[in-house]
């Protein structure tokens, strides 16, 4: 801690992501501190690569033309009052020093202190995985990217040019990116496929006695006219489409990866506790095992508990900044920190308009029905209540032909 000149102590937190761990951190450490922040006792920095937050639930409507780039996109700003948002990027911690180095775009590298820190920095796409990955093939998870492809194909559905898109991943977001790319071409009247290409089955993460929902996802990508490949292994992406696994070239105008992670390492962080994975080990308050002040969510943390670990998803992650909020909080009040327990509340898949799979604690539903819960619980879960609205209006209302592409700053001015 510092001392300002009234000579009152400072807690000083700095959170690494404004994704779902940041967001939700800050708001849980607000509600905690509330008293504690507005003496200036407790100071927070946000520092994220962008100025919004990104919200990944929708892609595949963005993708399919339902939905306008800039409602995935809310500024940072807004939603964190009394926190400094640093449009920039972590680029090394020191942990003796207690200090991250900062580097914000037209600017020298800066250090910022922290008396805490939360790492929700995410992952990052599997490159190193996936030979021709980068060169060759596309990618969703930075909105960049997003926008990249969404771009590419809005221009090539705009001039009518004969498209088949491969879609690597048989998880629930390859799934949907595959449906609602088939969705566009049927209802838009373009020619082209839409090859599907996953490692194992459809959906095979479920459990058995989730097999009906797997049944119905398979049955309505077939429905769509998605070809599927499944057991079959992508060994790299080159210029004109997918290596298989034993020679073949699946041909594509465009490949799509939309399955697996890679973690990577913030310099300065070696040391720290990682499962095999690459993910930082955390106690069961979501403090890096061994660190009395660094904590860790999301992707960038494998988080164990009784109810066992915790999956990579956004609402996982969602709870997981809560818990470190409220922690740092508690920790700022001296009061006694409480672990982290979350047992889920379901899962969820689009399958084109009006058709999804929906799972909630053990009761399952399909068609619209699903289509529904699944529109109404993402959009509860945005991090802006207008935001939400305007997406369950927008979704709602008959699809109308997508917009030109938005770049992302022009996005972002939109979303202001």
């Not at 400072?10 to 951190?25: C, E, F």
């Not at 991090?383 to 992302?408: E, I, K, M, N």
Request: hydrophobic share 40%; glycine share 12%; proline share 7%.
């Amino acid at each position: 801690m510092n001392a300002p000149g009234h000579g009152s102590p400072v807690t000083r937190v700095v959170v690494v992501g404004g994704g779902y761990v940041g967001l939700d951190a800050c708001r849980a450490l607000r509600r905690g501190a509330r008293r504690q922040l507005a003496q200036g006792e407790v100071q927070v920095t946000v520092v994220n690569p962008t100025p919004y937050h990104t919200f990944h639930g929708f892609t595949g409507e963005a993708l399919g033309g339902q939905l306008a780039l800039t409602r995935t996109l809310t500024p940072l700003k807004p939603l964190l009052p009394g926190a400094v948002v640093v449009q920039g990027t972590v680029t090394r911690v020191d942990l003796t020093m207690q200090r991250v180095q900062v580097r914000v775009p037209g600017a020298d590298a800066t250090w910022l202190p922290f008396d805490h820190l939360i790492l929700g920095m995410g992952s990052a796409d599997p490159f190193g995985r996936v030979p021709g990955l980068r060169e060759h093939g596309w990618t969703l998870k930075r909105p960049q990217d997003m926008q990249a492809f969404r771009a590419q194909v809005g221009a090539r559905f705009a001039a009518r040019t004969p498209t088949t898109i491969n879609v690597i991943g048989g998880g629930y977001a390859g799934v949907e990116m595959a449906a609602a790319l088939r969705e566009r071409q049927r209802r838009e009247g373009l020619p082209g496929d839409v090859h599907l290409i996953s490692a194992g089955g459809v959906l095979d993460t479920l459990p058995p006695e989730l097999a009906g929902l797997r049944a119905h996802a398979r049955a309505s990508l077939e429905a769509l006219g998605v070809q599927l490949h499944e057991h079959t292994r992508v060994q790299a992406v080159e210029p004109l489409g997918a290596r298989l696994e034993g020679g073949t070239l699946r041909r594509a105008d465009l490949t799509l990866l939309a399955a697996g992670i890679a973690h990577t390492t913030l310099p300065g962080t070696e040391e720290l506790p990682r499962d095999e994975r690459g993910r930082l080990l955390t106690d069961e308050f979501l403090r890096v095992t061994g660190c009395h002040n660094v904590w860790a969510g999301g992707d960038a943390a494998c988080v164990r508990q009784p109810l066992g670990e915790s999956p990579a998803n956004a609402l996982y992650a969602m709870k997981h900044g809560l818990c470190i909020g409220r922690n740092v909080a508690r920790s700022v009040r001296r009061l006694p920190l409480r672990p982290f327990r979350y047992g889920g509340l379901g899962q969820s898949a689009s399958l084109g308009r009006w058709n999804a799979i929906t799972e909630l604690r053990g009761v399952t539903f399909t068609g619209p029905v699903a289509w529904l819960m699944r529109l109404l619980f993402f959009t509860w879960f945005m991090p802006s209540r207008a935001q939400g609205a305007r997406v369950l209006l927008d979704l709602l209302r008959p699809p109308v032909p997508p917009h030109a592409p938005l770049t992302v700053p022009e996005a972002m001015s939109a979303a202001d």
